[in-house]
C-alpha cells in the first residue's frame, strides 16, 4: 500500500523531508527541501517511512534556492 503525504511549508521556514526504511531509520536516496510557501506531495509505503522537519532560521544555508524536493521513485 502507498500513502500520498502533502507537505506544506506555509510558515515561512522550508520543510525538509527525508525518506528512511522502516524500523531502522536509515536514510534511503528519497526526500528533499520543500521551500517555504510550496507545497510538495510525498509518498510513503510499507518499506519507507518518512521524517518531516521544519528548518528554522538558524539551520538555514545561506543558498538563496534551496533544493527541489524530489519525485517519487
Do not use: C, R
Request: a negative charge; glycine letters at 8%; hydrophobic letters at 30%.
Amino acid at each position: 500500500m502507498t500513502t500520498k503525504v502533502s507537505v506544506e511549508a506555509n510558515h515561512g521556514w522550508p520543510v525538509k523531508v527525508t525518506g528512511v526504511k522502516v524500523g531502522t531509520l536509515e536514510p534511503v536516496n528519497y526526500g528533499g527541501i520543500v521551500p517555504k510557501d510550496q507545497k510538495q506531495d510525498f509518498y510513503v509505503h510499507s518499506g519507507m517511512d518518512i521524517i518531516v522537519h521544519e528548518i528554522p532560521p538558524d539551520e538555514q544555508q545561506t543558498d538563496p534556492e534551496p533544493e527541489p524536493a524530489a519525485e517519487p521513485a
